[in-house]
């Protein structure tokens, strides 16, 4: 039993050493020797500048559609071929389309020639409705003139019959030519009113030439339309530039955005490349140190050792929020020659300049630190270094400058550090806790 004892004694002891040596080794106090790093002040030029992330995009997209529906018979052009404007791109089989050209092309000339014949109706019945009104005009007044001299024949006549210078014979036959004449103008006159008449069915005459001309412009409309919908078979380039993209094969049925809700089928897309841009997103951070007509520095990952020359154009007004991330889309026109090697959509990057000097002082950035409010640099000095105060310029992120406070003979602290001892892992744990 004492023997068990002294056995478990010893284990419980030897685990303590091992434990107590492991926490010492981990804890025990080392001591940490750091060095300064120290930096002449310079003098150059700093370029304080915001860098940005975007993509290549053309002056203009041109979504080319076709008015017309049906089967493409002719696609002359390719992915990336340069077009001018006027360059036909597109033909569709135009065989309904001519027959319906063809059927309004009848349809007008039997609208004109009912226009030419209701015309020429017209014509001839207002000539004969004059003719027939000149006579009529003669007859009654040959009618009046031989009323009057009947009359006055019938009334000598009676005269003398009372004188007994003529037979009743001789007075009845005065009589009658008299009640005659007076006939021939109520004839003449009815006449006149029949004429009245027929000058009215020539209204109706000229309303079916009305009627007529209203069907030739209906037909002439319908003419323009069918031999629209022929030209709209054939698409033309609207501008010059390059297709950048052609969605569609010969041999292709395609719709009309005119007739299809979707809005018909994309043929291809024209970019307009005279002029490339670079929308760029900046920061809201850093958006309002942009301004129109800054320099740009642009470089793509196609081309690792290129840089491209731009100039600022457009700021945006209005900020993008993704994932509560405000960023302002900036326009960028490339300006540099070497343009034309830029592709749309391509990534690219942008350092925007916001400011350059020249020959001016300056240090690491890092090396500059704020203390009560103020900006300070640490100089190192053959008796000791110094903190000594500094107002700052602007900085590219590497290089700060000093406007004042160093006279550029100086060299700088960039990292304060100290020779310490340190806990390795951390301060020792108080005893007994």
Same mark, same amino acid.
């Given at each position: 039993?004492?023997?068990?004892?002294?056995?478990?004694?010893?284990?419980?002891?030897?685990?303590?050493?091992?434990?107590?040596?492991?926490?010492?080794?981990?804890?025990?106090?080392?001591?940490?020797?750091?060095? +300064?790093?120290?930096?002449?002040?310079?003098?150059?030029?700093?370029?304080?500048?915001?860098?940005?992330?975007?993509?290549?995009?053309? $002056?203009?997209?041109?979504?080319?559609?076709?008015?017309?529906?049906? @089967?493409?018979?002719?696609?002359?052009?390719?992915?990336? *071929?340069?077009?001018?404007?006027?360059?036909?791109?597109?033909?569709?089989?135009?065989?309904? %389309?001519?027959?319906?050209?063809? &059927?309004?092309?009848?349809?007008?000339?039997?609208?004109?020639?009912?226009?030419?014949?209701?015309?020429?109706?017209?014509?001839?019945?207002?000539?004969?409705?004059?003719?027939?009104?000149?006579?009529?005009?003669?007859?009654?007044?040959?009618?009046?003139?031989?009323?009057?001299?009947?009359?006055?024949?019938?009334?000598?006549?009676?005269?003398?019959?009372?004188?007994?210078?003529?037979?009743? %014979?001789?007075?009845?036959?005065?009589?009658?030519?008299?009640?005659?004449?007076?006939?021939?103008?109520?004839?003449?006159?009815?006449?006149?009113? %029949?004429?009245?008449?027929? @000058?009215?069915?020539? @209204?109706?005459?000229?309303?079916? !030439?009305?009627?007529?001309?209203?069907?030739? +412009? #209906? *037909?002439?409309?319908?003419?323009?339309?069918?031999?629209?919908?022929?030209?709209?078979?054939?698409?033309?380039?609207?501008?010059?530039?390059?297709?950048?993209?052609?969605?569609? &094969?010969?041999?292709?049925?395609?719709?009309?955005?005119?007739?299809?809700?979707?809005?018909?089928?994309?043929?291809?897309?024209?970019?307009?490349? *005279?002029? !490339?841009?670079?929308?760029?997103?900046?920061?809201?951070?850093?958006?309002?140190?942009?301004?129109?007509?800054?320099?740009?520095?642009?470089?793509?990952?196609?081309?690792?050792?290129?840089?491209?020359?731009?100039?600022?154009?457009?700021?945006?007004?209005?900020?993008?929020?993704?994932?509560?991330?405000?960023?302002? @889309?900036?326009?960028?026109?490339?300006?540099?020659? $070497?343009?034309?090697?830029?592709?749309?959509?391509?990534?690219?990057?942008?350092?925007?300049?916001?400011?350059?000097? %020249?020959?001016?002082?300056?240090?690491? #950035?890092?090396?500059?630190?704020?203390?009560?409010?103020?900006?300070?640099?640490?100089?190192?000095?053959?008796?000791?270094?110094?903190?000594?105060?500094?107002?700052?310029?602007?900085?590219?992120?590497?290089?700060?400058?000093?406007?004042?406070?160093? #006279?550029?003979?100086?060299?700088?602290?960039?990292?304060?550090?100290?020779?310490?001892?340190?806990?390795?892992?951390?301060?020792?744990?108080?005893?007994?806790?």
């Amino acid at each position: 039993m004492e023997n068990a004892l002294k056995k478990w004694i010893f284990v419980v002891l030897a685990v303590a050493a091992l434990v107590g040596g492991f926490a010492w080794y981990k804890l025990r106090p080392v001591e940490v020797v750091k060095t +300064e790093k120290t930096s002449a002040v310079t003098k150059g030029s700093i370029v304080q500048k915001i860098t940005a992330s975007g993509r290549v995009v053309p $002056n203009l997209d041109v979504e080319i559609k076709c008015k017309a529906s049906g @089967e493409i018979v002719n696609l002359p052009v390719e992915e990336g *071929d340069k077009v001018r404007k006027g360059d036909l791109l597109l033909e569709l089989d135009p065989t309904d %389309e001519h027959r319906t050209l063809n &059927q309004a092309k009848t349809s007008l000339a039997s609208s004109l020639a009912r226009q030419k014949i209701a015309e020429e109706n017209l014509r001839v019945n207002e000539r004969a409705l004059v003719n027939e009104r000149e006579k009529a005009r003669v007859a009654l007044a040959s009618a009046v003139s031989l009323s009057k001299d009947s009359e006055a024949k019938a009334a000598r006549t009676r005269e003398l019959l009372q004188r007994k210078l003529a037979s009743a %014979e001789e007075a009845e036959s005065a009589e009658t030519q008299a009640v005659q004449a007076r006939s021939d103008i109520e004839t003449s006159k009815l006449r006149e009113a %029949e004429l009245d008449a027929k @000058e009215k069915a020539l @209204e109706l005459d000229r309303q079916e !030439i009305e009627a007529a001309k209203a069907n030739v +412009e #209906s *037909d002439k409309l319908a003419l323009e339309i069918a031999d629209q919908r022929v030209k709209n078979t054939r698409v033309f380039a609207p501008l010059g530039g390059v297709i950048t993209q052609r969605s569609v &094969q010969a041999g292709q049925i395609i719709s009309s955005p005119m007739s299809n809700v979707g809005g018909g089928t994309t043929i291809m897309i024209i970019s307009d490349l *005279d002029k !490339i841009f670079v929308l760029a997103s900046v920061d809201e951070a850093d958006i309002g140190l942009v301004k129109e007509g800054q320099k740009a520095v642009l470089r793509v990952d196609a081309f690792p050792g290129e840089k491209f020359q731009g100039e600022v154009q457009r700021i945006s007004p209005r900020g993008i929020n993704t994932s509560n991330v405000v960023t302002f @889309e900036v326009k960028i026109e490339v300006l540099s020659q $070497n343009k034309d090697m830029l592709k749309p959509e391509m990534t690219a990057s942008a350092d925007i300049i916001i400011e350059v000097r %020249e020959s001016v002082l300056g240090v690491p #950035s890092e090396a500059v630190f704020r203390k009560n409010g103020s900006e300070f640099v640490t100089v190192q000095l053959p008796a000791g270094n110094e903190d000594r105060p500094v107002v700052t310029g602007i900085s590219d992120g590497q290089l700060t400058q000093i406007v004042s406070g160093l #006279s550029g003979e100086e060299a700088v602290i960039i990292k304060k550090q100290q020779v310490e001892s340190k806990w390795q892992g951390g301060p020792p744990m108080p005893f007994g806790r």
